[in-house]
């Protein structure tokens, strides 16, 4: 079994530190048995990163679906995500926020999440430079990934809109109306994600980062445990996909 205390001496015992920014993608399963289950592990990386530190989340809505002709329908306060249990009990929590986004909001606790946060919805695509996964970079924040490898890591993403790869978003532009956090209407323009897009292999950049000295390893119970510097993973990864826009691609064509 899996204690609060294991998981704060593990989660620091990787780098982090009172005043860190963290962006977590999390498998609850990964870790065995925990005792508290989700709730135990988000009070132990709030724990880890104290009372002047950021946890973040992402609390994805998106599907395949989406676009013009079908809008997605998101309401900040409601509307569950499908990153797993610990995102979508940590989005729950009263003093979580969570950005205004229809397709790739975060959800965020700890003294930095306004700031993080703010103006999501005002960006042309979903994880530009607008939003927390940038941010997040900017700052100097971490992305963690508990249990889950690249192909999870949503930065990824923002490398590849940033870059400005070919393949990645919809032609077009949507118009979507969602709700903030008083009921009220807001609309958001994005060229969301293409779902049919040439599949890719986020992988790749497993080893890159490890060989850069940007990623830590570990282990807590039966999870792997990767810590990233996100400045350093956007700066790299930008700088591969502005010269090689095709590199995530599986197949090169």
Known sequence: ?????????GFKDLGLRDGDTV?????????????????????????????????????????PTDGRESPPK???????????????????????????????????????KNELLKGHENGASPCDRFSPYYKNAMAGGYVMLIGV?????????????????????????????????NGEEIVVRNRLHDWNKPPTDFNRFDAVF??????????????TIRLINAKAMVELAVDMLVKNPYYLLTDKG
């Open 210 to 223: 490890r060989e850069h000295g940007i990623m830590k390893t570990g282990k807590i119970g039966n999870s």
């Open 74 to 112: 998101f309401d900040v306060r409601v509307t569950p995500c499908w990153t797993g249990r610990i995102p979508e009990t940590f989005r729950q929590r009263p003093e979580a926020r969570r950005s205004l986004h229809p397709t790739h909001s975060v959800s965020a606790i700890g003294a930095g």
């Open 149 to 181: 490898d690249q192909e999870s890591n949503t930065t990824i993403h923002c490398c590849e809109e940033v870059a400005g790869v070919p393949y990645h978003l919809q032609k077009d532009i949507t118009d979507i109306v969602i709700k903030g956090y």
């Open 23 to 63: 962006l977590v993608h999390s498998s609850l399963s990964s870790f065995g048995y925990v005792d508290g289950g989700a709730e135990t592990v988000i009070d132990s990386l709030l724990e880890a990163v104290g009372e002047s530190g950021t946890v973040m989340v992402p609390t994805l809505t998106g599907k």
């Open 1 to 9: 079994m899996i204690y609060r205390k294991d998981l704060v001496q």
